[in-house]
């Protein structure tokens, strides 16, 4: 659905990530319950894609002489950097290990996160490394996601020096 109603670098997502219906092989259900999430930066596509939700699970319940409903729950807000903090944590990174280290190229994340009840609140930062290594190609939200320690580690160090800035501060 996605590919056919948002351009392709908006970055939304819609995902069904539970389905509860019947408990039995052989008896047809009386309904199923669908969870998931819809996710973009703009709230004109949201609008749009919680409206062709809408409109698939009505015709899908239509078409099998049944009922469908939607109800939405309002997201996550965008999460928003804040641009003093980027500017000392690029300096801690260029300190640590390297210009080539950090880039602040904006990385089309998929418009929603927890971490945007934060920095809706307080100057926040929020940053993405690079978890990707020979033998560990998985794509994060995904069960077999995992960082190694090779990454992990350093990365934990630069963002306790970043915290430790910030109170000698």
Same mark, same amino acid.
């Given at each position: 659905?996605?590919?056919? =109603?948002?351009?392709? *670098? *908006?970055?939304?997502?819609?995902?069904?990530?539970? /389905?509860? =219906?019947? =408990?039995?092989?052989?008896? /047809?259900?009386?309904?199923?319950?669908?969870?998931?999430?819809?996710?973009?930066?703009?709230?004109?596509?949201?609008?749009?894609?919680?409206?062709?939700?809408?409109? /698939?699970?009505?015709?899908?319940?239509?078409?099998?002489?049944?009922?469908?409903?939607?109800? /939405?729950?309002?997201?996550?807000?965008?999460?928003?950097?804040?641009?003093?903090?980027?500017?000392?944590?690029?300096?801690?990174?260029?300190?640590?290990?390297?210009?080539?280290?950090?880039?602040?190229?904006?990385?089309?994340?998929?418009?929603?996160? *927890?971490?945007?009840?934060?920095?809706?609140?307080?100057?926040?930062?929020?940053?993405?490394?690079?978890?990707?290594?020979?033998?560990?190609?998985?794509?994060?939200?995904?069960?077999?996601?995992?960082?190694? *320690?090779?990454?992990?580690?350093?990365?934990?160090?630069?963002?306790?020096?970043?915290?430790?800035?910030?109170?000698?501060?």
């Amino acid at each position: 659905m996605v590919s056919r =109603e948002v351009p392709g *670098d *908006d970055g939304a997502v819609v995902t069904v990530g539970v /389905i509860r =219906e019947g =408990e039995a092989a052989n008896i /047809i259900c009386p309904s199923v319950v669908m969870e998931g999430t819809i996710r973009t930066r703009s709230p004109v596509r949201r609008a749009l894609l919680i409206q062709r939700v809408r409109e /698939i699970a009505q015709g899908a319940a239509s078409m099998h002489r049944g009922q469908g409903g939607l109800i /939405i729950r309002a997201g996550e807000p965008p999460v928003m950097n804040d641009p003093e903090m980027v500017n000392r944590f690029r300096q801690l990174v260029h300190a640590a290990v390297g210009h080539e280290a950090f880039s602040d190229e904006k990385q089309r994340g998929d418009g929603s996160d *927890d971490f945007g009840f934060y920095s809706a609140c307080v100057p926040s930062i929020y940053f993405w490394f690079g978890s990707r290594a020979p033998g560990n190609d998985s794509h994060l939200h995904t069960p077999t996601f995992g960082v190694s *320690d090779d990454l992990l580690i350093p990365t934990t160090e630069l963002a306790v020096g970043y915290i430790l800035d910030l109170l000698r501060s």
